[in-house]
């Protein structure tokens, strides 16, 4: 689980998105780039949907956060900066489908060190949920997973749910995911390529992985 960055959610399994506010708190500081910063973005609301417009559907994802209030806020953040817009499920397995590699190497190389404190697990990793993945303590930057099993065993090992899809479980399930387990386990795709490459890497290498047209909040 805490061997390599993009195994960071197989380890102890398979070896691994408007509220209302006053104006005073309309705006508050999140997480950004090292050397940047903090964008301004509206406050995140306790309750929201996000919805990601794949290249197989749409799959909505009730957010909650109280879940995971650090991660929820920069996981809205990404959003609203439209980090996540063609960024590709490049780690799809029975038992996860991992994203949050974007397809610019700058932008990679600049959220990547924007490392999030922990979030206390107060919900248990059930299938259908969503989830940063992460490297050890407070290491949480960009990358997600949906469960697509009941995955307790990771409610300890400090991977926090942040929501649950709750249409479109369809379309995740459908993913493709004909190119297996991700490099070097797997004859999949290389995730320290992805970050230095970007998706011109996987556009010549792996071209039939789906990915995310467009990320919103609704």
Same mark, same amino acid.
């Given at each position: ?7 960071a959610? @197989? ?10 506010s006053s104006?005073?708190d &309309? ?5 950004? /780039?090292?050397?940047t910063?903090?964008p301004?973005v ?9 919805v990601?417009?794949?290249s $197989?559907?749409?799959?909505a994802?009730?957010v ?20 996540y817009?063609? &960024?590709?499920?490049f ?6 489908? %991992? ?13 990547s060190t924007a490392?999030?404190p922990?979030d $206390?697990?107060? %919900? @248990?990793?059930?299938? +259908? ?6 490297? +050890? ?8 997973f ?10 300890? %090992? +400090?991977?926090a ?6 249409a #479109?479980?369809?379309?995740?399930? &459908?993913l ?9 386990? #797997? %004859?999949?795709?290389?995730? &320290?390529k992805?970050?230095?490459q +970007? ?6 290498k792996? /071209? ?5 047209? $467009?990320?919103?909040?609704q």
């Amino acid at each position: 689980m805490r061997n390599n960055w993009w195994l960071a959610v @197989s380890a102890a399994v398979s070896l691994a998105l408007g509220g209302c506010s006053s104006p005073d708190d &309309s705006k508050k500081e999140l997480p950004g /780039p090292k050397g940047t910063p903090a964008p301004k973005v509206e406050k995140t609301p306790d309750v929201f949907q996000a919805v990601f417009d794949t290249s $197989k559907g749409k799959v909505a994802i009730e957010v909650h956060r109280d879940w995971a209030p650090i991660g929820v806020d920069h996981f809205y953040s990404l959003i609203q900066t439209g980090f996540y817009d063609g &960024s590709r499920f490049f780690r799809v397995t029975r038992n996860y489908v %991992q994203f949050g590699i974007g397809g610019d190497p700058q932008t990679n190389a600049l959220w990547s060190t924007a490392r999030l404190p922990d979030d $206390k697990v107060k %919900q @248990s990793n059930v299938k +259908g949920t969503l989830t940063f993945a992460h490297l +050890g303590a407070n290491s949480r930057t960009t990358q997600l997973f949906f469960n697509l099993k009941n995955n307790k065993d990771l409610d300890k %090992q +400090g991977f926090a749910p942040l929501g649950k899809v709750t249409a #479109g479980m369809e379309v995740v399930e &459908s993913l493709y995911s004909a190119y297996g387990e991700v490099a070097p386990r #797997g %004859q999949g795709p290389d995730p &320290s390529k992805i970050e230095v490459q +970007g998706n011109g890497y996987l556009e010549l290498k792996f /071209p039939r992985l789906d990915y995310i047209k $467009k990320a919103a909040i609704q």
